[in-house]
């Protein structure tokens, strides 16, 4: 338990399930959500007004934002309304560019930046088991940690400087997104074949081409008709990998084969940005 009192900002496919988490874990919360919170807030969570009434009755607080242009938006109002001495927790995927500016925006207000993305899928948050890659100070890691242990499997402790969190999330989400393209690519090829799709899955699951796409993404999402809901937009997608290529380029670290499978992608946003990702394969099953 703590004695800070925790706050949480965002209350979406991710921001919701790890707010009831906290909560669930015997934390006193107070929630906000642009949306509305009412409908989203866990069960006794104190409701908020506004950003900034969380900010004010806050010394930790989360965040979980679905763009960078959100998170910059609502790290301004952290840095007008929260109290000198609190601790902003970053749980959305930015960039470290992003997260290095956020940083400095609240130490300029006397606050203090946790950068904290998170991965695991909705599934993972639905559960409470999502896996946490922190930086920040030892200080402001020690007051965080009630909280982001509340909806966290594993917490692992990346760096001391704001934006190493992110980069290892970039890091992360550049093999998994790839890898539904490559993999998609590869089954498409099998079933032009006549290889029944189950029955690959179950060879690729059992042999050296196994990862978590073909074990639980395909399997959970992609082998119905109409595929599920896995609650991740195309738009994301392509922003979060935008964020690996893009940086990748300006530091001039090798990039060809996710840059090629971001174009991919960004065609996939581009035909439509509100389509869930479970529809990638059959959108790159109909390319030529």
């Known amino acids: 338990m703590t004695n800070e009192q925790l706050g949480f900002i965002g209350l979406g496919n991710m921001g919701q399930p790890m707010a009831r988490h906290v909560k669930e874990a015997g934390h006193e919360l107070i929630v906000h959500d642009l949306a509305g919170t009412a409908d989203r807030a866990p069960a006794d969570a104190g409701i908020a007004q506004s950003n900034s009434e969380v900010a004010r009755r806050c010394s930790v607080v989360a965040l979980s934002l679905p ?32 997260a290095a500016e956020n940083a400095a925006t609240l130490k300029a207000a006397g606050i203090g930046y946790v950068d904290a993305p998170v991965s695991g899928l909705k599934a993972r948050a639905d559960d409470g088991t999502l896996a946490s890659m922190i930086a920040g100070s030892e200080t402001d890691l020690a007051r965080a940690r009630p909280l982001i242990e509340g909806y966290s499997r594993v917490v692992f402790v990346v760096g001391s400087e704001p934006g190493q969190g992110q980069r290892m999330k970039v890091v992360n989400n550049a093999i998994y997104i790839s890898t539904l393209v490559s993999v998609s690519e590869a089954l498409a090829y099998g079933e032009h074949g006549d290889l029944d799709l189950a029955t690959m899955l179950d060879v690729i699951n059992a042999s050296s081409g196994q990862s978590l796409t073909t074990q639980q993404v395909f399997p959970a999402y992609m082998m119905s008709d109409p595929p599920g809901i896995s609650g991740a937009e195309a738009l994301v997608l392509k922003k979060d990998l935008s964020l690996f290529v893009d940086g990748a380029a300006t530091e001039g670290t090798p990039n060809a084969a996710i840059a090629r499978a971001f174009e991919t992608i960004a065609a996939f946003s581009d035909a439509d940005p509100r389509q869930d990702k479970a529809e990638i394969y059959r959108f790159i099953r109909r390319r030529k």
């Open 67 to 98: 763009t960078v242009e959100a998170n910059r938006a609502v790290v301004r109002e952290m840095a007008e309304s929260a109290k000198s001495g609190s601790i902003i927790i970053d749980t959305c995927t930015i960039g470290p560019e992003a």
